[in-house]
Structures are given as structure tokens and as C-alpha cells.
């Protein structure tokens, strides 16, 4: 059996298993894969700390530090059992794990025609992708494809449930476009680190990184506003808060915005925010050898 195989119908395996198994047991297998994961993955730990280095500096202790990346495995393993079990979630049962907050200023935007979703890899990104496209307007996003073939097209199935479209990252512009040209609105995340022929330089936790102006880019292109939202956790339930509407006439001061907007939701939720890139790498290089 091939790599590709192994982890396909691993994921299959990990997937029937979900169904069938009762919540204990499924808290005692996020603990056993905290474990292991927090304890032996050390590359993306040493990430999340240099994240944290570069992020707070002395501002938070070494404890305090900890005690954020420990969230974030946490985070990390929750987001993966809740994505496995929305491949057979029906919109009834979404309906159950979200509320949405400033919706009215999302619908007043949409009775004009598209908008642009920009957010993060922040909370639980997928489901909250599922829900706009569920319960708000059909919606078109871009993903990183996973370099498998067979379980890339299960998990690209789960994400095009409920009026969405998912598309690569080659070519996803051209795509965009013609969605929006249909009055299709459209969600990009706009946290990471990017190559600098495709971004441009703006500020996060005081300091210099590059951004995708993406979003701001189709925003000026069709004048339609960018809506920022994320997908808090409070209680049992996730929030998907939409925190603000940018109109991108300028593309240096709209990037500006977006990143301050990302910098406050991670700073009010740090344990959230998904600390695993390497989102200082491009002046900051040195700081993640």
C-alpha cells in the first residue's frame, strides 16, 4: 500500500470511527493525540514559540507562552475531529454549533450584491466557511490542496457542502473573478506569510511582514466592501463574529486595516489563532532556523 493510501483510508477509518464513538471516548482520544502531538512534534512547536518570541517578546512569560501553545495543540485537535465529523453534518445539526454576531451588517452589504469575506487561520475556519455558505450566501474560497489526490477530493467534498466552491491556489484569481462577476461572494484568508512578489508590506504585532492584498485588490476592482469575521469559540458554540466592512479605494491603507483587525482577535484570543506558520518568515528569516 502506497504513503497516499495509508493516510486516505486512515482518514476514512478515523471518520467511520467518529460516528460511532461515544463523547468519553472521544475526550479520551483528543488527550492521548494532545499528548503526542504537544510531546514528540517538535518542529511545529519550535514554530509556535518563535511565533510567540516574535509576537509578545518579553511582554509574556516563558509559563505564559506555554500555556498558549498547549491551547493551541488543543485547538488544533478539536478543529481536526470537528472537520471529520462535518462530512456528515446536516444543516440542522450545524445549526446547533453556531451563532453568527453582527449579521445585519453582512446582510446590508449583500443586498447590493457580493461581498468579500477576509478573515484568518483563526478558531475553526472550516466551519465557519460551512456555515456562511449554509445559512448566509453562496460563497467561493481558496484552500491549499493537500498533496494527496484521493483525500484531497474527500476533503475538498466536505468543503463544498452548502453552496460553496473550493478552488487551488493556481489559477484561483481568474475564478474569483468570474464568481463575483456572477454575484458570487467570495472568502480568503489573509494571515500568512506570502512570496514578496505577491505581497506587501504591513505591520503585525509591531512588526514588518508581508500580506496578500488579495482581498483588497478585488475590493478596489469591483467596489464592494471586505468583511472581516472569525469564528470565536465561547462555551459550547462557535461565534462567527463579523467584526467590520473595509472599503479598499487605497490598497496600502486597506492591508493596513485587515492586519490590525487580525492582530486585536489574536491578542483578545491568542489560544485560537493558528500559531504552527511561520508568518514573521520573511524578515525574520533567522529567527525560525
Known amino acids: 500500500m502506497s504513503l497516499n493510501n495509508f493516510f486516505y483510508y486512515g482518514y476514512v477509518f478515523l471518520e467511520k470511527l467518529l460516528f460511532i464513538m461515544p463523547d468519553f471516548m472521544k475526550k479520551f482520544l483528543k488527550?492521548?493525540?494532545f499528548f503526542l502531538f504537544y510531546t514528540f512534534d517538535n518542529k511545529r512547536k519550535k514554530i509556535v514559540f518563535k511565533n510567540l518570541d516574535l509576537a509578545y517578546g518579553e511582554s509574556l512569560s516563558l509559563k505564559e507562552k506555554e500555556k498558549i501553545a498547549k491551547a493551541v495543540y488543543k485547538n488544533f485537535i478539536n478543529n481536526l475531529f470537528?472537520?471529520?465529523e462535518l462530512s456528515n453534518i446536516s444543516k440542522d445539526e450545524l445549526k446547533k454549533r453556531v451563532e453568527f454576531e453582527n449579521i445585519q451588517l453582512v446582510k446590508k452589504y449583500l443586498q447590493k450584491g457580493p461581498v468579500i469575506f477576509a478573515g484568518a487561520h483563526f478558531g475553526n475556519w472550516e466551519i465557519a466557511l460551512l456555515s456562511i455558505g449554509a445559512f448566509i450566501t453562496p460563497i467561493s474560497a481558496v484552500v491549499r490542496e493537500i498533496d494527496n489526490p484521493k483525500l484531497n477530493e474527500k476533503i475538498k467534498k466536505t468543503?463544498?457542502?452548502f453552496n460553496i466552491k473550493i478552488y487551488g491556489k493556481k489559477g484561483a484569481l481568474k475564478n474569483l473573478i468570474n464568481d463575483l462577476k456572477q454575484n458570487r461572494s467570495v472568502g480568503i484568508l489573509i494571515d500568512q506569510n506570502t512570496a514578496k512578489e505577491e505581497g506587501i508590506d504591513t505591520t503585525f504585532f509591531g512588526k514588518k511582514v508581508l500580506?496578500?492584498?488579495?482581498?483588497?485588490?478585488?475590493s478596489k476592482r469591483f467596489k464592494i466592501p471586505v468583511i472581516m469575521g472569525f469564528a470565536e469559540k465561547r462555551d459550547k458554540?462557535?461565534?462567527i463574529s463579523f467584526k467590520d466592512a473595509l472599503e479598499c479605494d487605497d490598497i496600502q491603507i486597506c492591508v493596513d486595516k485587515q492586519s490590525k483587525i487580525i492582530e486585536e482577535e489574536v491578542r483578545k484570543f491568542p489560544e485560537l489563532w493558528y500559531w504552527f506558520h511561520r508568518r514573521f518568515k520573511h524578515y525574520y528569516e533567522e529567527s525560525y532556523e
Open 31 to 33: 488527550k492521548i493525540l
Open 82 to 84: 470537528e472537520f471529520i
Open 159 to 161: 468543503r463544498e457542502k
Open 211 to 218: 500580506q496578500t492584498p488579495s482581498a483588497a485588490l478585488l
Open 237 to 239: 458554540k462557535w461565534v
